[in-house]
């Protein structure tokens, strides 16, 4: 069964780095696009980054400046190094990858920024 397995969320002050990372799991195909998005208490959920075919690169305006998305196509791995972070930076962060067309979501990871 293919999956998404994120890692690296976790408490931060203000200020501060967090990476996070999400491998696919249990396919032999590469994702062609990768990508993360949040959702805060109340709010919708939305794009933080996505990477695509190419490495054609889109960032929320949000994060624009903050936050670095790479991917490792021969690990199948996504990259989210968050740099700068803010309170209202505070969310569940998902992983998204598509798989030979099938749209794939890991389970989340909580990144909390608070003094």
């Known amino acids: 069964q293919v999956q998404l397995v994120e890692s690296g969320g976790g408490l931060v002050q203000p200020g501060g780095s967090l990476r996070l990372s999400c491998e696919v799991r249990g396919s032999i195909y590469s994702a062609n696009t990768m990508g993360w998005y949040r959702q805060a208490p109340g709010k919708e959920r939305e794009l933080v980054a996505i990477?695509?075919?190419?490495?054609?690169?889109r960032y929320g305006d949000s994060v624009k400046g903050r936050f670095t998305i790479s991917k490792d196509n021969a690990r199948n791995v996504v990259y989210l190094q968050m740099n700068s972070l803010k309170l209202e930076d505070t969310a569940v962060y998902y992983c998204?990858?598509?798989?030979?067309?099938?749209?794939?979501w890991g389970q989340g990871t909580q990144v909390t920024v608070s003094s």
């Open positions: 998204k990858a598509i798989v030979r067309g099938h749209e794939l």
């Open positions: 990477r695509g075919v190419g490495s054609n690169t």
